[in-house]
């Protein structure tokens, strides 16, 4: 017999073991980088939404401090009404802090040389107000004194300790304070405690053993790192502050970044000690499992992540004000979206424009991502051409040739009720698109409204929509829904139906649209038990309290300036709703300032800084009108410069692009454009 040559086997085990461990070190410095790559993101995140909270505090306190310099020019003369005005200054900021003017030595001199009316407040009920200023604390020899000789508006000085005011370490932002004849003769002071940013760290300590730090825009360290270990590699992430020209650090020890991946690397050598086939078959495995389930894992939570800010934006575009109009208390509605998945196709939306209520109800086909995103789309054209249309037949004809083109490539439909009701005369025009009849709920009666069906939006362009109008009785109540309603099915496959809603909608009787909706809502909940919702739920209910002398009164109009700070990301326009309403405007108005301001700042955020990140600034400034100015230091973009298109021609003949700034020109009364300082500035004006 042949002895085997050993030879042979040993070195079949060397090639096997060189390239074992050649794919372990690939394995190792691949999962490294994608490691670093990670850890690198999450820095980065972690990093932008530290400085757009820095941005915001910074510029709240900028807006005070620009604020206490208008009061104290307004009573330049009057020491006393000087205390007043920083006490006020102060109980404006959300913050415990302190703000301070300090006028030129000998400007009062019944006051002495040194006049410093300082207010801190060291809670929300307490606030405490003096003159500071003396020669013990000479505060003319302070940075953020001198700055407001040398800076015309608001500057940061360098981190100090405050022994006279705040009683702490603090940044000071510093405003010059003019007389009539132009002349500084005071600078405000408003004061950020370095304490107020150690709340920081639960954005900035990403890992449990990981830094971070602070530093001014000349290397000063407002919150200092810990001091680093020779020999020890670190990886150090940064971002600076646009607002206070600040540098935000996240310094990660190397050994703390892969702690994970060494401890498996250790694992994996003891392993190949026992055996060579046995390791070489178990990282195979584990390699090929561990690489599916890390992208399984990550698909599944991006796809999560992006599903449920998805069906945040969705809810924020639908009305969720009740009751939506104080000032008509002749009518009342609400309504409710229950989507069968993190996002639907339902919608619902209305609005008020020269006393006549537009509204709509509306069922994409399908579900989930595709279908919320033509729910989007109609819900936005349904503001666009009802803005400037007043025939429902007219606006759903528009509709739907927008739906029809090209870019509906999917074949999807919508179902749609759109109705126009006056609310002085209770006339309701409509025009039915392939949807569900509304029930008019009566006075001991219950009906259908008789609706010619149409064809439903999105599946031919051209179609001549036929429209229809009836009348609204003092107490009539127009109740809307979706088919997701008559289709709820139970354990058994049984569907809720036409003939149980309205047997429920009989019992129910003449109650508030709030009260039908809950009530039906229960309703359905105890028929469908514990079966899975199959299709996306909408009910709206409208109804007619009176019709005669209609008063619309104004909203509370109180002159102020107000900002917003919004990062370059779609995602943030419907926080602009929340914003205005802030503001306070008339009723009448929220809706079309809303409208224009979108469009305004959405044409920003997708020219302004193409595929990097930048912030958006929108402000207000309301007297006897209404100024928008948005800010952005993006490439020079003038949508004024865009023509007007032709709305006369359909949807497929127009041109693409433009209606949006045609929109914004018809709402407002002014609209301007100008390049200052390396920045586009948009301005808005709109009359009271």
Request: one cysteine or more; a negative charge.
């Amino acid at each position: 017999m042949k002895r085997k040559n050993p030879r042979g086997g040993l070195a079949i085990i060397i090639v096997s073991a060189l390239a074992l461990e050649a794919i372990s070190c690939l394995m190792y410095f691949t999962s490294r980088a994608a490691i670093r790559h990670e850890a690198e993101q999450r820095a980065k995140t972690e990093l932008r939404r530290a400085e757009l909270e820095i941005d915001v505090h910074a510029i709240e306190m900028e807006t005070a401090a620009k604020a206490l310099a208008l009061l104290a020019e307004k009573h330049i003369n009057q020491p006393d009404s000087i205390f007043a005005a920083t006490r006020l200054a102060v109980s404006t900021l959300r913050a415990n802090t302190s703000m301070a003017v300090a006028f030129v030595p000998n400007y009062f001199p019944k006051q002495g040389k040194f006049f410093e009316v300082c207010s801190s407040r060291f809670s929300e009920d307490s606030i405490y107000t003096r003159q500071i200023g003396s020669a013990e604390h000479d505060y003319t020899q302070m940075e953020w004194y001198q700055n407001g000789f040398v800076h015309d508006s608001c500057w940061w000085c360098e981190p100090y300790l405050d022994d006279s005011g705040s009683k702490t370490y603090v940044v000071s932002c510093s405003c010059p304070v003019r007389d009539h004849n132009g002349q500084v003769v005071a600078v405000v002071c408003i004061d950020m405690s370095l304490d107020a940013l150690k709340n920081l760290s639960d954005y900035l300590q990403v890992y449990q053993n990981s830094y971070y730090s602070i530093r001014s825009g000349t290397g000063v360290e407002i919150v200092p790192a810990p001091d680093t270990i020779p020999g020890r590699k670190y990886n150090i992430f940064g971002e600076d502050v646009d607002a206070t020209g600040w540098r935000l650090e996240i310094i990660i020890p190397e050994e703390e970044l892969f702690r994970d991946l060494n401890h498996v690397g250790r694992i994996v050598g003891l392993l190949m000690l026992l055996g060579l086939a046995m390791l070489v078959l178990i990282l195979w495995y584990a390699g090929r499992n561990n690489k599916r389930l890390i992208e399984s894992t990550a698909r599944n939570q991006s796809i999560e992540n992006e599903l449920n800010i998805a069906r945040k934006i969705q809810m924020a575009m639908l009305p969720t004000r009740f009751p939506p109009f104080p000032d008509y208390t002749n009518l009342n509605a609400y309504g409710e979206v229950i989507p069968a998945k993190e996002v639907g196709g339902d919608l619902f939306d209305f609005y008020i424009r020269e006393n006549k209520l537009f509204f709509c109800v509306g069922d994409v086909s399908g579900k989930g991502v595709p279908a919320s995103i033509v729910m989007a789309m109609t819900r936005s054209i349904f503001r666009s051409f009802s803005s400037y249309l007043n025939s429902p037949a007219q606006i759903v004809t528009q509709m739907n040739d927008s739906l029809s083109g090209e870019g509906n490539d999917q074949s999807m439909f919508v179902t749609l009720f759109l109705g126009v009701l006056d609310l002085s005369t209770g006339e309701l025009r409509y025009c039915n698109a392939g949807h569900n009849s509304p029930l008019v709920i009566g006075h001991l009666s219950l009906v259908n409204l008789n609706c010619v069906p149409n064809l439903p939006l999105g599946v031919l362009s051209g179609f001549e929509y036929q429209e229809q109008e009836t009348k609204l009785e003092v107490g009539d109540t127009l109740f809307l829904y979706t088919d997701g309603l008559t289709e709820a099915e139970n354990s058994a496959h049984e569907l809720f139906g036409e003939q149980r809603m309205g047997e429920r909608l009989s019992v129910i009787g003449e109650r508030s649209p709030r009260e039908i909706i809950e009530a039906m809502q229960k309703a359905v909940n105890e028929f469908v038990g514990d079966a899975e919702q199959s299709d996306d739920l909408t009910m709206f209910a409208i109804r007619l309290l009176d019709k005669s002398n209609i008063k619309k009164q104004k909203s509370k109009m109180e002159e102020g300036h107000f900002s917003l700070v919004m990062r370059n990301d779609i995602q943030q326009i419907p926080t602009l709703a929340e914003w205005i309403e802030m503001i306070g405007l008339p009723q009448e108005l929220n809706m079309p300032i809303n409208l224009a301001l979108e469009e305004a700042v959405s044409n920003v955020m997708l020219y302004a800084y193409p595929g990097k990140s930048g912030q958006v600034l929108v402000e207000c400034d309301k007297s006897d009108k209404l100024v928008f100015t948005i800010t952005d230091s993006g490439v020079p973009f003038d949508p004024t410069q865009q023509e007007d298109p032709d709305v006369t021609q359909s949807a497929e003949d127009r041109p693409i692009g433009g209606l949006g700034i045609f929109l914004v020109r018809q709402i407002m009364d002014d609209i301007r454009y100008e390049r200052k300082d390396n920045k586009n500035i948009l301005t808005l004006t709109k009359k009271l």
